[in-house]
């Protein structure tokens, strides 16, 4: 009998905590809006953002973070194998 291990999580990049400040954050942009007793204006962006915002929180993944992340690893590397390849004369 095979036993499998269900990575479930590996795809997660937000903590509980930047999860929750999301949901906040889109609580109180789309609030804002709604308190707006006039024409919104530029306002408008405001809930189309929190529906990025609570997508993340909901997945708890953020492919902008995860890019910006997978970047920085990349230009780590290309650093350590430039230092690793560098001879001192």
Same mark, same amino acid.
């Given at each position: 009998?095979? #036993?499998?291990?269900?990575? @479930?999580?590996?795809?997660?990049?937000? /903590?509980? #905590? +930047? $999860?929750? #400040? $999301? %949901?906040?954050? !889109?609580?109180?942009?789309? &609030? /804002?809006?709604?308190? %707006? /007793? &006039?024409?919104? &204006?530029?306002?408008? *962006?405001?809930?189309?953002? +929190? *529906?990025?915002?609570? %997508? #993340? !929180?909901?997945? +708890?993944?953020?492919?902008?973070? !995860?890019?910006? /992340?997978?970047?920085?690893?990349? !230009?780590?590397?290309?650093?350590?194998? %430039?230092?690793?390849?560098?001879? @001192?004369?």
């Amino acid at each position: 009998m095979t #036993t499998q291990t269900n990575n @479930t999580y590996q795809f997660e990049n937000l /903590s509980n #905590t +930047s $999860r929750i #400040t $999301r %949901v906040a954050i !889109a609580a109180a942009f789309i &609030g /804002s809006v709604m308190m %707006v /007793s &006039g024409p919104i &204006g530029g306002l408008a *962006i405001l809930p189309l953002l +929190s *529906i990025y915002l609570l %997508v #993340t !929180a909901m997945l +708890s993944w953020d492919p902008i973070s !995860a890019l910006f /992340s997978h970047k920085q690893k990349e !230009a780590g590397s290309l650093h350590d194998t %430039v230092d690793h390849h560098h001879h @001192t004369v």
